[in-house]
């Protein structure tokens, strides 16, 4: 089952990744655009925003509505990937307690390891592929909004506050705030985990630098969009995510098991001592 699930994973990958491959053209979409993906998404997205910027005060005004409108509409797919995450996460220590139990790279050993994380998973409820998939289909939803930004010739000739959209921001704001927001996103998000590890604490600090340099060089609509969708996952990850909240809830768990310890030791203790009476 589990070799199945891992099977169909990477196929829905590489499904998902060739279409993002074969919509990775640069060129202005416009109504003459063909195909299913420029015509049917990527123009009318645009399209979409042209009609906001129309009604609610230009380019730029347009951009953020229709950035956060995509991100409220992905948002039940988020929840659910979330709620995932976080089961996983409170599995960490037991299975980081197998790996240490069955230690060896024999089939016997890894077969035997696998039989208790399935079993693991099956008693808190986890799938682990459960959180992945929501991943798989909010990318292509993502990937048509940003391209429906990038690839309208009229975003590139408007303008939002002091920012000319088809020019990079010339005094860094918009790239600033960026790398300031995923930063916060991260930090937010890695502060949730009963226990830290080397790789997500150095994408925490690497992520923020890679998203500045990455905005220096790209238009200011494209920087505006990636400004406003990672404050939406700031305000998301407070919502779902809550690190302060799951901390407290983590520590009361472990207060609560330390006192069911604690007093499954002390009745034991009693029990003896009557004994030997």
């Known amino acids: 089952m589990k070799k199945q699930g891992k099977k169909a994973l990477s196929l829905t990958g590489i499904g998902l990744l060739a279409v993002l491959l074969a919509a990775c053209s640069n060129q202005p979409v416009t109504s003459h655009s063909t195909g299913i993906w420029d015509h049917y998404i990527v123009y009318n997205g645009s399209q979409f925003i042209l009609w906001l910027a129309k009604h609610f005060g230009g380019y730029g005004m347009g951009i953020i509505i229709f950035t956060i409108l995509v991100r409220i509409l992905i948002l039940p797919l988020m929840h659910y990937q979330t709620k995932s995450m976080l089961k996983m996460q409170e599995l960490q220590p037991q299975l980081k307690a197998l790996q240490q139990k069955y230690p060896g790279k024999d089939r016997v050993s890894l ?4 039989t208790e994380q399935q079993k693991l998973y099956k008693e808190a409820g986890v799938n682990p592929f459960a959180s992945m998939l929501p991943l798989l289909v909010q990318l292509p939803i993502m990937w048509a909004l940003y391209q429906a ?5 009229e975003l590139k000739t408007g303008s939002f506050l002091w920012l000319q959209l088809g020019h990079t921001d010339p005094y860094f704001v918009m790239p600033l705030l960026a790398a300031l927001f995923t930063f916060i996103s991260s930090w937010l998000s890695m502060a949730s985990l009963p226990e830290k590890n080397s790789m997500s604490t150095t994408m925490t ?8 340099v990455m905005a220096l060089n790209f238009s200011a ?3 505006l969009y990636w400004v406003v969708t990672n404050a939406f996952q700031v305000v998301q990850t407070m919502l779902l995510q809550n690190p302060f909240k799951i901390k407290r809830e983590r520590q009361a768990r472990q207060r609560q098991e330390r006192q069911r310890k604690n007093r499954l030791a002390h009745a034991k203790k009693n029990a003896y001592r009557g004994k030997k009476r």
């Open 111 to 114: 077969q035997k390891m696998q």
């Open 149 to 153: 930004i990038w690839r309208s010739p």
């Open 205 to 212: 600090y690497v992520m923020p630098i890679m998203i500045f």
């Open 221 to 223: 609509a494209i920087t």
